[in-house]
Nanobody, 124 residues
């Protein structure tokens, strides 16, 4: 079992950058695929990025491809989301999630443990 805790959100101007971190407790962290999702007011939670347990493969939503980078350091039980060239439409609460699956899932049902979320606000 792992318990993700996100940090690093904040207010940034359009074109700026933020790096989100997600630290997770649990000795089995390295066995989990990890994902970032986001949810804007009045919208459903949507997939942003995911990384396989080994760190060997990454996946991105088309809307963030080329701007966001997901990475993980298993020795630190931490996953990161580097967000560059932020846009106002990136404004949302960002959630970190861990899933124990054979394959990476881009849907929320593929994840078993969720953090509380961190707010990212991009001003125009």
């Amino acid at each position: 079992q792992v318990q993700p805790v996100e940090s690093g959100g904040g207010l940034v101007q359009a074109g700026g950058s933020l790096r989100l971190s997600c630290a997770a407790s649990g000795r089995t962290f390295s066995m989990y695929n990890l994902g970032w999702f986001r949810q804007a007011p009045g919208k459903e939670r949507e997939f942003v990025a995911a990384i396989v347990w080994s760190g060997g493969s990454t996946y991105y939503a088309d809307s963030v491809k080329g701007r966001f980078t997901i990475s993980r350091v298993n020795a630190k039980n931490t996953v990161y989301l580097q967000m560059n060239n932020l846009k106002p439409e990136d404004t949302a609460v960002y959630f970190c999630a861990a899933g124990y699956r054979r394959r990476v899932d881009t849907g929320p049902s593929g994840y078993d443990y969720w953090g509380q979320g961190t707010q990212v606000t991009v001003s125009s």
